[in-house]
């Protein structure tokens, strides 16, 4: 299911939505919301989706420039890696700007991987000036 590039597309009505896609037998496979005005407020409303049955199917996730902030990424990292079937979450353009990237994001989503989990890709925007302490913390 793609809705990308709808800015008017706020926290509100992704939870409208979760709610019925989180109800359906069938559920979805794919989420692109990228370049929504989903904001900081859709990262509970992403958390909580993520336990409805319509979205235990859920493999891929794109929220490409989305709103987020660093303490947002690294909870929805977190939730994430307790989902069994995501396999792909892209949280590109988001929180690049925080100020301490490496501690408060670089840190926590490195601690979110540090166990052995189903998600496979996960893209993340880091500053140039910590790629190489990026890349540590990452291996």
Known sequence: LSLAFNPGI????LRQLLSVVGSCQAGIERLDMSEC???VDAVSVLIGGLTLPGLASLRDVDLYRVGLDGHGIVRLVEAATGAPALRHLNLTANGQHTADWLSIIGQG???ALSEPVSLRVLTV????KHLDEARVLMV
């Open 10 to 13: 706020t926290s509100s009505g």
């Open 37 to 39: 005005g989903l904001g």
């Open 109 to 111: 989503v490195a601690a």
């Open 125 to 128: 925007s880091c500053p140039e």
